[in-house]
């Protein structure tokens, strides 16, 4: 019976309008945050073609229409000088060789920018566009990656080193499994309520609960039942996602020839999603028997998820928020110091899930008690 628990609340969830959200949401997520964060910020910096003269040894970080123009000349200059130029394609920054219309091409826009003023971004973004489309495309003249562009070329020394760090202490994964730990914890902990919060009450809609509350399937079978049934069908969300990182890091590990660790987003996924889906299932059932209600979950868990939503640098991991943030990609050795009180934190979720989750048992089976008093029930569990 527990088995056939089990399997009906997977197989439920994934017809339900609710998990088609939650997939969704966590997705939209992934790509909008973590890959936007990742594509903006690039994972191995690429040395600049030229770098920029800093008066005092102070690096300013704003960035002008001079930097931009200056920027774009001088790199314009070294591409056309080293006949490749650099090319961004998802989370990979790669030299490609550029052919000789191209080459051609930068020739007479470098004479052209000798001899232009450009008096508003404007003018400069209708320019370097020309010159971004005229290259192949998402190169370092585009729009959207020229900013980025200027600022890794200022900080490449200090960037470099820290990739470096990265790469020999975690295998560059593991540092980006731990920011998007940190993401998709954000989003499974918001939208996990979605698909837990109707699981014990929505029976009553389809006039089962005589058939539920009166059958020997004992308490503990049935509830523990839907509950892995629900944390398996979120928990397989994530995982999906994981796997599809870890594929895109595998792309970026053959470009760059850099060793990554193939268990680092599932490694995470388990050690600090997983505790955080567990506390939203047991709390939402909780809510709903006591409430007899699934928006008073939803209502709760919102103004929590709120009050978690701080990151834990630099007021360190408190033991009462229920999902880890960690909105960085360093260093183990600069993660370290964290390490204890964030596997404090997973522990104490994990047991306040497990002592909400027979909580919850207790106040089905006694709501199962009031309903069973008012009907016999034969040998076999049939009403009489």
Same mark, same amino acid.
């Given at each position: 019976?527990?088995?056939?628990? #089990? ?17 969704? &949401? ?6 909008? +945050? ?23 040894d ?19 200059k070294a ?14 920054? #790669? ?6 219309? +191209? ?27 020309k010159?971004?489309?005229?290259? *192949? ?15 890794? &070329? ?8 820290l ?16 920011l998007?730990?940190d ?6 902990? #918001? ?13 009553r ?33 994530? #995982? ?19 060793p990554?660790?193939?268990?680092a $987003?599932?490694?995470?996924s ?19 028997l ?7 979950p939803?209502?709760? +868990? $919102? ?10 640098t630099?007021?360190?991991? +408190? ?11 360093? &260093? ?11 596997y ?8 306040f ?8 048992i ?6 199962? *008690? ?10 076999k569990?049939?009403?009489?």
């Amino acid at each position: 019976m527990f088995r056939k628990i #089990f399997l009906k609340q997977i197989k439920e969830q994934t017809k339900s309008l609710s998990i088609l959200i939650l997939i969704v &949401s966590i997705f939209l997520f992934y790509y909008t +945050q973590f890959i936007g964060d990742i594509k903006r910020d690039g994972i191995k910096p690429m040395p600049p073609r030229f770098k920029y003269s800093v008066a005092n040894d102070l690096v300013i970080k704003g960035v002008t229409l001079e930097d931009h123009i200056e920027y774009a000349y001088n790199t314009m200059k070294a591409d056309y000088d080293s006949g490749d130029t650099l090319r961004i394609k998802g989370i990979n920054m #790669f030299y490609e060789k550029i052919n000789e219309e +191209q080459m051609q091409f930068l020739k007479e826009t470098i004479k052209e920018m000798e001899s232009i003023s450009f008096q508003t971004n404007d003018e400069y973004d209708v320019f370097i566009d020309k010159v971004d489309k005229a290259l *192949g495309g998402n190169t370092v003249y585009s729009n959207e990656n020229n900013f980025s562009s200027i600022i890794r &070329s200022r900080y490449y020394d200090e960037d470099i080193e820290l990739y470096n760090a990265i790469l020999k202490e975690d295998k560059v994964t593991n540092a980006y499994g731990r920011l998007f730990a940190d993401y998709i914890g954000i989003a499974i902990s #918001f939208f996990t309520v979605f698909i837990t919060a109707f699981t014990l009450i929505k029976d009553r809609r389809y006039n089962t609960n005589e058939l539920i509350y009166t059958t020997r399937v004992s308490s503990y079978k049935y509830i523990i039942g839907k509950y892995l049934g629900d944390i398996t069908a979120a928990i397989l969300i994530v #995982f999906l996602v994981a796997g599809h990182a870890t594929w895109m890091f595998h792309d970026f590990s053959k470009v760059t020839g850099d060793p990554i660790s193939y268990t680092a $987003f599932f490694k995470y996924s388990i050690l600090w999603i997983f505790p955080t889906i567990m506390f939203v299932t047991s709390l939402s059932y909780v809510l709903q028997l006591i409430f007899d209600n699934g928006i008073v979950p939803i209502i709760a +868990q $919102f103004f929590y998820w709120m009050y978690s939503m701080t990151p834990l640098t630099p007021e360190g991991v +408190q033991p009462t928020k229920y999902f880890i943030r960690f909105n960085r990609a360093v &260093s183990y050795s600069q993660f370290q110091p964290l390490i204890k009180d964030i596997y404090l934190n997973r522990t104490l979720f994990i047991i306040f899930s497990l002592v909400l989750l027979f909580l919850a048992i207790k106040i089905w089976e006694r709501k199962r *008690g009031n309903i069973n008093s008012g009907f016999k029930v034969g040998k076999k569990g049939i009403l009489q």
